[in-house]
């Protein structure tokens, strides 16, 4: 009787990790790949990010605090609309009870973006009469790539992408800042800033409580369909970066800047609603706190543009995001329990979860440039670029809510130059990405399930993932 109690204990536990799990698995790959689909600003993207020994602007707060000293007393706003869309066929391996194994494809669902302008918004001011001394501050959004899945198919079938994301809708993060910059001599620029990553992360799924032996049910049988919402937030995780130019030539810059990591340890709430099973029936959660914890990665990012006269500038770039430090998704529930599950006893607290999520570091490559010239009594000022950036995301963990790819940017620009102060920007960039097929064999994020049951765990991010993205942007600048 001892062994069978402990055994219902245990599996009762393994719901609860269930619960918690479905929502922390979307919730935290939200954090993840997601947070940097690309690199920003309508000026640094025109040249397709290369832009680390060239900055010379405000828009130095994310990619070189040191060029921030050539921005003067100025202030920067620009919009950028990331157009991501996405298609997914899934591909399900099913083992049934006589050993049985069959691949079902299910139908081509796709996924986009709503239109979300994320802003740039930065100030400067010159410090001292020789405008050696900047300060500057500022706030940005990440450009995230965002996609909402319908809840049915054409056919009136529930989504097959519903047990790996429902919806981000909700989500709200910015990074604010302030950075000081320094001019010590002609040829050398210094700078460092901190800024906090704030907002939270919203996100919804669904799991099933459908026994894997399926003796009452059938495998992603709508009834046995649980939601859960999970919101991590207010997130505070504070970080610093730093940058330096150096100008030994007036053809030639090079420029080096780092960001240190963030850690991220907030409150969360989680929210399930159980389906009215009998296999639930009188069953319930009990609380919705937890603390989440995850790491989002360092940047460096290096770069050298050459000046063979002075309206033509051309960058060679390399940035590096650790993302290897991204390898569990810790949660800690505080006071929610499980209660009234038959042969367990009457109230069990959750236990603490840890995600596995066994990201690498990500390497891009960047060339960019832009040629100003002018026109009638204004100046325009080309900008093109073309960038290549491997995944941080192993193929076997791909899924709707950890979307990375292998992608290359190409990019056009250009800016308006009016009177002495003003600069009107604009860019247009498209991503094509790597098409990635997941195997069923060695796909690793299964459907969640808090009943256990004899048939083994189905992975339910298998299957072939196209997606792309555009940025359309716009912006100005003014200095004073």
Known sequence: MGGRSS?????????????????????????????????????????????VAGCDDLHGIW??????????????????????????????????????????ESPSIKGSSPILPLPTIAASVTLDADKKWVLAGGVVAPY?????????????????????????????????????????????????????LLGRFQSTVTFTVCPQDRLVCAPEQPEWDAASQMRVGPIFAPTAN???????????????????????????????RLPGTSAVDSASVRGESARVKFTLP???????????????????????????????????????YLENITGAPKSLALPNISIPRGFTDSNSFRIGGEYEFPVSTYRIALRTGLSYEKSAVPSDYLSLSSL????????????????????????????????????????????ISPLTGNAPLEAVNAGRYEASADLIGCGFAYTF
């Open 7 to 51: 055994r219902r204990v245990s599996a009762a536990r393994n719901a609860g990790r269930a619960l918690v799990g479905a929502a922390l698995l979307c919730s935290g790959s939200a954090s993840a790949a997601g947070l940097y689909f690309s690199d920003r600003g309508v000026k640094p993207m025109g040249r397709a990010g290369a832009y």
């Open 63 to 104: 990619y070189n605090p040191a060029g921030i000293v050539d921005a003067g007393t100025s202030v920067l706003v620009d919009f950028t609309w990331v157009h991501f869309s996405i298609d997914y066929r899934r591909r399900l391996r099913i083992v049934d009870a006589d050993d049985t194994v069959r691949v079902i």
């Open 144 to 196: 995230i790539a965002l996609a909402s899945y319908a809840d049915h198919l054409d056919d009136g079938q529930p989504s097959p992408a519903r047990y790996t994301l429902g919806s981000f809708s909700g989500s709200a993060l910015a990074l604010p800042g302030l950075w000081l910059a320094w001019r010590p001599t002609k040829q050398l620029r210094l700078g460092i800033g901190t800024m906090a």
């Open 242 to 272: 730093a940058g330096v130019i150096w100008e030994p030539d007036p053809h030639v810059r090079f420029g080096f800047s780092g960001q240190l990591p963030m850690a991220i340890d907030s409150d969360a709430t989680i929210k399930v």
């Open 298 to 336: 360092a940047t460096i990012r290096l770069g050298v543009e050459v000046r063979p006269f002075p309206d033509l500038k051309v960058e060679v770039a390399y940035v590096r995001e650790f993302w290897s430090s991204h390898q569990t998704i810790e949660a800690r529930p505080k006071d929610i």
């Open 404 to 447: 990375d790819f292998a992608k290359t940017t190409v990019a056009i620009g250009g800016s308006l130059f009016v009177g002495r102060h003003w600069r009107f920007d604009a860019l247009l960039a498209h991503m094509f990405t790597q098409a990635t097929d997941v195997d069923v064999d060695t796909a690793k994020i299964p459907r």
